[in-house]
């Protein structure tokens, strides 16, 4: 149930990414995108039922029997979601691109680093936390899920970016050669490619050390930490 409200979370902000205000995508998936497919006010209500109805998900009594999870994880998937998270990082997404100053911010390093982990890490690791929240972990477990989750978020932009830089548009299911062209904030644009690619192995690494404290119950977690860089199974 968690998962299921995580996935509403993440299309409804697929199907307003794709929006012709935002990053004016026609494929996503291979297929075209919700604006293109029907038209831009059932692509915007589409995202907008789906991200309240994330919400409904989560405060269902079958998503666990005790209340206080319930609570902690609608309160963990909205600060995921919103200001701080995935909407701010959008904000500062689209100022990097100069779109509400004719001088956009040159951005270093670290504020990409700082973008990238509210667009797209702070998702990511809530998906991460959340097995943390449900499961009732004590504070050594949660941090180690912490940290996996931020460096997986980290390690999944970069590879993202990097199929955008290289990748077969027919193959990464939407168009590439975007980011660059759109003048988007990216690791791979301030490091460069091969520089991003060594970023993108160590963070993996990082990410399977963090699990150690869970020895071989976390070889899945391990493998998917793979499976973003590489894109591979």
Not at 154 to 179: C, N, R, S, Y
Request: some cysteine; hydrophobic content about 45%.
């Amino acid at each position: 149930m968690t998962g299921a409200a995580l996935e509403c979370v993440h299309c409804y902000s697929l199907a307003h990414d794709d929006l012709p205000a935002m990053d004016n995508d026609d494929l996503r998936r291979g297929r075209p995108t919700a604006h293109k497919a029907f038209d831009e006010a059932t692509a915007i209500l589409a995202g907008d039922g789906l991200l309240t109805f994330a919400f409904d998900i989560l405060c269902r009594a079958e998503t666990h029997s005790d209340a206080e999870v319930r609570l902690n994880l609608v309160s963990a998937l909205a600060r995921a979601a919103g200001l701080g998270g995935m909407v701010g990082g959008q904000m500062l997404d689209l100022a990097a691109e100069g779109r509400f100053d004719s001088s956009p911010p040159k951005l270093g390093e670290r504020e990409v680093k700082v973008l990238q982990a509210m667009k797209t890490g702070a998702l990511l690791r809530f998906g991460c936390l959340a097995g943390a929240i449900l499961g009732k972990a004590d504070q050594s477990q949660w941090k180690a899920l912490d940290r996996y989750g931020s460096a997986l978020g980290e390690a999944f932009q970069i590879a993202d970016d990097l199929l955008d830089l290289e990748g077969d548009p027919a193959t990464v299911g939407k168009a590439t050669g975007k980011d660059a062209a759109a003048h988007k904030a990216t690791l791979v644009g301030v490091l460069g490619p091969v520089a991003a690619r060594r970023r993108l192995e160590s963070l993996v690494a990082e990410a399977q050390a963090a699990l150690s404290p869970f020895g071989g119950h976390a070889d899945v977690l391990k493998a998917a930490a793979r499976f973003v860089a590489t894109r591979q199974a």
